[in-house]
């Protein structure tokens, strides 16, 4: 079991020692080694439960706890996650975190609750191996291309949530930020959860960027903080209005990270 060290954690990952081109080369190579066999063996197992989608999500759950914290494990980054029982107390949510670093991912996967899927594009599936790999999972596809075919593939995620009773685990800002910085949410998230009926669960990286900045060949090993918030009440929310409920829930990443995170005020 992977363990987290909380006690005596340095919060400033900027003065702990960079791994240069070498060693962040070494580490990637090593993933890899581990990644292709297992992954093979992953896409072979949801290749024979393709009748059972609940059992496909699981095994990518499970796949993720294994896989999580051998990846992160090996850029020698240690999750010290504060408030961590929220996780669990609010299930299901849909579970929200910003997002700056390359170990986000594999963090998240080892992090959340069982019983958790992800979210993606429809379009990811064009992805050569792992966009197939995704869809094997049974994790969820939305289809954004007009309003029609967005509201039908919300009413199909419900209905997988439900069913299943699934959590959701997303990004709302979309894509990595490039300097650490909280980008604008896109209204994905809040149609999802007043579709679904799923509180919103907050959950903030600190500092991601430093250990594992994605447009950087280096790494920066030590403890990353990881703060999960209050559960946020959806009941009351309308689509009319999903602008400013995603602004309410950039406001509260906002007002959790530090200084070097935040950034200018978001117009929604």
């Known amino acids: ?12 990952a900027s003065k702990n020692t960079p791994r240069g081109p070498v060693k962040t080369a070494a580490l ?32 990518g759950n499970t796949f993720g706890k294994i896989m999580g914290p051998t990846i992160f494990g090996l850029a020698g980054i ?13 299930f299901p949510a ?14 998240g996967m080892w ?19 792992f966009g197939q790999a995704y869809w094997l999972s049974g994790h969820l596809l939305l289809d954004r291309r007009n309003r029609k075919q967005a509201l039908t593939s919300m009413a199909k995620a419900r209905e997988v949530i439900h ?12 894509t990595r930020s490039r300097d650490g910085r909280l980008q604008p949410l896109k209204k994905g998230f809040v149609h999802l959860a007043i579709a679904a009926g799923l509180p919103v669960v907050p959950v903030v990286f ?19 903080r990881i703060e999960v918030l209050d559960p946020i009440d959806t009941s009351s929310w309308s689509p009319d209005q ?9 406001q509260t990443f906002q007002a959790a990270l530090g200084p070097r995170q935040r950034s200018l005020p978001s117009d929604g």
């Open 78 to 90: 240690r999750p010290a996650i504060e408030n961590r029982e929220r996780l669990f107390d609010n």
């Open 206 to 224: 600190h500092d991601a960027d430093i250990h594992w900045p994605s447009k950087k060949f280096r790494t920066v090993p030590g403890d990353l």
């Open 163 to 174: 069913k299943h009773r699934l959590g959701v685990w997303m990004w709302p800002e979309g």
């Open 242 to 250: 999903a602008g400013e409920h995603a602004q309410e829930v950039w």
């Open 28 to 59: 990637y190579v090593v993933a890899m080694l581990i990644m292709c066999p297992a992954s093979a063996i992953y896409v072979a197992v949801c290749l024979l439960l393709i009748p059972w989608r609940a059992l496909r999500i699981r095994t």
């Open 94 to 107: 849909l579970y929200v975190c910003n997002h700056t670093s390359t170990a986000d991912m594999w963090i």
């Open 111 to 129: 992090m959340c609750p069982n019983h958790v899927c992800g979210v993606a594009k429809k379009e990811i599936i064009f992805l050569p191996f």
């Open 1 to 12: 079991m992977f363990l987290i060290q909380c006690a005596h954690m340095d919060t400033d």
